[in-house]
């Protein structure tokens, strides 16, 4: 069991405490930390069996971190949950028992987020990849049954260690905010023929504790956002994939959306002038990071193509 952490030191003992209520006893417990300080360290060294283990590499390298708690641990199933998920009691009972099946590749559960109603949300589009090559998510949904999906919240997964292997294990290629360094694994273990399976059985509350650097959704979270699912859909299908190609045409159409509704801002006469400026300040400013995004995952996904980056 791998949990990465960078900065949380009390959200890592809450997850801990959590983790050590499970129904089914973990064979091994890492903590793999980035942090530029030794209070996550202080924090493990109350918990008796967990280990704690550096990734000196800092904020931006969660793939990272994940590649040294496989590294470092030995069981077949290897179980992920952040620092900021916690766990019921019986989340890793559920978690292992859908491997009985050998075709199994993945399993992740659902996440509560606190939000009235979520768990009624989004039941027929768990986790899908999208003909425009976008990404589902509704990882809250409680469907009442298990689903084979396309991809899983990296908060609360698992993966198969065998199969990890046979597709070159874990690649970090997804710095800033890490979006998608969980659904480059997974969409690879299908590609490799690998069922993932969501169940809502294997719940985890999800507290979402603040970014350390800016917050969930601003600016820089759409900048890494496009540029690392280019970077995403270019490492699993190759750069001349129509999917790719869809869903630079999808990103190009959002940022048309925002440049008319900006238009639209100038002329409401509803609104004060100060609220119009920035309204169309905050359109332009997200219209410029998709686009900047595109551009820079299409960079580094170009020299991808040279051999990848795989955490030694």
């Not at 994940?66 to 179980?79: C, D, K, L, Q, W």
């Not at 009235?116 to 990849?129: K, N, T």
């Not at 690649?171 to 360094?181: A, H, K, M």
Request: proline share 5%; charged share 25%.
């Amino acid at each position: 069991m791998v949990v990465a952490t960078f900065n949380r030191p009390d959200n890592v003992r809450t997850c801990l405490e959590h983790l050590g209520r499970q129904t089914l006893t973990p064979d091994e417990i890492v903590v793999v930390d980035s942090s530029p300080h030794r209070l996550t360290a202080d924090v493990v060294a109350d918990f008796p069996g967990v280990r704690y283990i550096r990734n000196d590499a800092g904020p931006g390298t969660l793939a990272t971190s994940r590649a040294i708690g496989v590294a470092e641990t030995s069981s077949e199933i290897v179980t992920f949950v952040d620092d900021d998920a916690y766990a019921e009691p019986d989340w890793l009972e559920n978690i292992v028992a859908r491997y009985a099946d050998p075709a199994v590749g993945a399993v992740g559960g659902r996440a509560s987020n606190g939000r009235p109603g979520e768990e009624h949300e989004g039941h027929d589009a768990v986790g899908r990849l999208l003909p425009d090559g976008t990404l589902t998510g509704n990882f809250a949904a409680d469907t009442g049954r298990d689903l084979d999906v396309d991809h899983v919240l990296g908060a609360n997964m698992s993966v198969r260690r065998s199969a990890l292997e046979q597709i070159g294990g874990i690649v970090d290629l997804f710095p800033g905010t890490c979006l998608r360094e969980e659904s480059d694994i997974m969409l690879r273990l299908g590609r490799a023929g690998y069922r993932v399976v969501y169940t809502p059985t294997a719940l985890v509350e999800h507290v979402a504790a603040p970014y350390t650097r800016g917050r969930r959704f601003d600016v820089r979270y759409t900048f890494y956002g496009h540029r690392n699912h280019v970077v995403l859909l270019s490492h699993t299908f190759g750069m001349g994939a129509p999917i790719l190609r869809r869903y630079y045409g999808t990103a190009l159409r959002g940022v048309g959306g925002n440049v008319v509704e900006g238009a639209r801002a100038v002329v409401d006469g509803e609104r004060t002038p100060r609220q119009r400026v920035r309204s169309v300040g905050g359109k332009a400013l997200h219209a410029s990071a998709t686009l900047g995004g595109l551009a820079a995952g299409t960079t580094a996904a170009l020299r991808t193509r040279l051999g990848d980056r795989r955490p030694g």
